[in-house]
């Protein structure tokens, strides 16, 4: 959850304005990485495969997330010389409830995706497709990665739970009141052990991943098996391993009774710093920085690596 206080203590005003200040840095940072992405495999019309139209979704899931961080922040009134009780700004109730329910469903939408794309992984490293995948599958894996985290949302949302909390939209009375316990079965039942074994699952399939390619490498000829495919897992890699890093670190302080609200800052602060891998997995791949060259000199550059398909 990205609002677990466990206390009755409020910051103060100056503090508040300080975190509210990071929230909008770091959603910047995430916004400008995740338009990066979308101009590059747009202007390389690199959606054609289905390796970059799953980047793609990642990327979708992170602006998500990172509107999610916004609207949860947004409507809480923090000009108010005491902020306890804290209260939100006139007229935006509506908007701390669909910034609630938005930090709760866009996680679950981005690790889903992480997921399919640990195990995309594993399966390119097992056998080679040249990015291919069949239609049907991707509608499929579609339709779970946005329908799955309905599974964890629904019970807040139908008791209309969702709402101020603390100093963040959440679930309503989360904290200090006679419905903690009730919000602890909540953290543990719609957060941290599916997390928890959702990134298991994603580490898992990372490692398997990382174990085939090490076998080959010393069993056969890389290059003569895999070809191009191998510039593209290892990339694709790069964002899952750092975003399953970060959950896992983040599910750990959860159960141990170590995440605060500045430890809560700080996992939002390396989930938003993850999205500049994703620009940056697609960059490493030197043909994509010849197709985004000005059109002269990316023929110019046509040859230097001497391989005939952009991807």
């Known amino acids: ?45 690199a959606y054609k495969l289905f390796r970059h139209r799953l980047t793609l979704y990642l990327t979708i899931g992170g602006m ?3 509107m999610a961080y916004v609207l949860q922040v947004l409507p809480v009134n923090i000009d108010l010389p005491d902020m306890h009780p804290v209260t939100l700004r006139e007229g935006w109730e509506s908007v701390c409830v669909l910034g609630a329910l938005m930090i709760h469903y866009s996680p679950y939408f981005q690790t889903f995706t992480v997921l399919w794309t640990c195990y995309f992984v594993l399966k390119e490293t097992l056998s080679p497709t040249q990015g ?13 990665v946005i329908l799955a985290p309905l599974l964890f949302i629904w019970e807040p949302f139908i008791t209309n739970s969702y ?9 309503v009375n989360k904290d200090c009141s006679s419905r903690y316990r009730l919000s602890f079965i909540y953290e543990m039942t719609i957060n941290v052990v599916p997390n928890l074994l959702l990134t298991l699952v994603g580490l898992s399939l990372l490692l398997a991943a990382i174990i085939v390619l090490v076998r080959k490498f010393f069993a ?5 098996y895999f070809g191009n495919a191998l510039r593209d897992i290892v990339p694709m890699g790069i964002y899952p391993t750092f975003y399953m890093l970060i959950l896992l670190a983040r599910m750990i302080a959860l159960t141990t009774g170590k995440y605060t609200n500045d430890v ?21 791949r030197p043909r994509m920085i010849v197709t985004l060259l000005p ?12 391989y005939s398909t952009i991807f």
């Open 163 to 171: 709402g101020l909390s603390g100093t963040r939209c959440w679930i």
């Open 64 to 66: 998500l997330r990172t």
């Open 132 to 144: 291919e995948f069949k239609l049907t599958r991707e509608i499929v894996g579609v339709s779970l």
């Open 220 to 224: 056969t000829d890389l290059e003569r």
């Open 1 to 45: 959850m990205e609002n677990a206080t466990a206390n009755c203590s409020f910051p103060t005003v100056e503090r508040e304005k300080t975190v509210v200040i990071l929230y909008a840095v770091f959603a910047a940072i995430a916004f400008l990485s995740h338009t990066a992405t979308i101009i590059i495999i747009v202007r390389t019309k």
């Open 264 to 284: 809560g800052l700080s996992f939002m602060t390396l989930t938003q710093l993850c999205s500049i891998t994703l620009p940056l997995s697609l960059l490493v």
């Open 295 to 306: 059109k002269k000199v990316a023929a110019e550059e046509d040859v230097v690596d001497g």
